[in-house]
């Protein structure tokens, strides 16, 4: 992990992310929705709102906190069509 990329890693989900400046953060996939809580409780903790969502795949446990972040921190989400 290099430059402005970084991985939370809780112990229990380990999502990567791309920091955008001192507050803001775009999340590669954004884990299990029962982990959107403690996610944004270390992303807090580290001074980071989730500003965007960059999902790989339409899977559950890649896209599953996407309305969370949302919904708390205004997120936008991006996927390919296919």
């Given at each position: 992990i290099k430059g402005n990329?970084?991985?939370i890693d809780?112990?229990?989900?380990?999502i990567p992310?791309?920091?955008l400046n001192d507050g803001e953060v775009i999340l590669l996939d954004?884990?299990?929705n029962k982990d959107g809580e403690?996610?944004?409780?270390v992303l807090g903790e580290m001074g980071f709102t989730v500003k965007g969502i960059l999902?790989?795949?339409a899977?559950?446990?890649h896209m599953g906190n996407n309305q969370y972040f949302r919904e708390?921190?205004?997120?936008?989400?991006?996927?390919s069509e296919a």
């Open positions: 990329t970084h991985v809780t112990g229990i989900v380990t992310f791309y920091r954004s884990g299990w403690e996610l944004r409780r999902n790989s795949h899977h559950p446990d708390m921190d205004g997120a936008v989400t991006a996927m």
